[in-house]
């Protein structure tokens, strides 16, 4: 049913608390953000109409690409994705055309570029509807080893606002 679909694929990077012990600190510490961080993956549909999946709480320098091969295998293998140039050299990911070093790009794939980034742009509003949050929008100073149930339980009440989310009839009776 999915792959009926080109799923969009992004990811963004939360501040968190500088761990103690050295190791721990040097695995969160991202040179991209000059802080200790960690990255978060979203994966919606076309329209932005639902979150299809959600990895939280990788260590923040991963790289895109990386944190989309280690969860690819969650989707079948023909599957198509919709990513930005972080995702670039994926087979399975369609991503905007890149500016040759030392060139320019032709009107023709600035064009291109344009329309592929207005179908992609859902998921940078979908991602703005989760950062709404202030546990999400700034550092995160609870614990982090509960950081992947937070980031998931916002998720689901994202889901909830928007109207992907339906519960059981019992649970929706019962608060009504």
Do not use: W
């Not at 939360?14 to 979203?42: C, L, W």
């Not at 299809?52 to 091969?69: C, H, N, Y």
């Not at 295998?73 to 030392?102: A, V």
């Amino acid at each position: 049913m999915l792959t009926d679909y080109e799923l969009i694929v992004d990811s963004y990077e939360q501040v968190r608390e500088r761990p103690g012990d050295n190791k721990e600190q040097e695995k969160y510490y991202s040179g991209k953000a000059s802080k200790h961080t960690f990255k978060i993956q979203i994966i919606i549909l076309p329209n932005g109409s639902d979150i299809v999946d959600v990895v939280a709480g990788e260590p923040g320098p991963k790289s895109d690409i990386t944190l989309f091969r280690e969860n690819r295998d969650n989707f079948e293998p023909q599957q198509k994705f919709q990513g930005d140039l972080g995702y670039l050299g994926e087979d399975l990911i369609d991503t905007p055309i890149k500016t040759p070093r030392k060139g320019k790009l032709t009107i023709d794939q600035k064009q291109q570029n344009q329309e592929f980034s207005s179908k992609r742009v859902f998921v940078e509003h979908r991602i703005r509807s989760v950062k709404i949050f202030r546990v999400v929008q700034e550092r995160f100073r609870l614990n982090p080893k509960k950081y992947a149930e937070v980031i998931l339980t916002i998720c689901g009440l994202v889901r909830f606002r928007i109207g992907a989310l339906i519960l059981p009839p019992e649970i929706h009776a019962s608060s009504a």
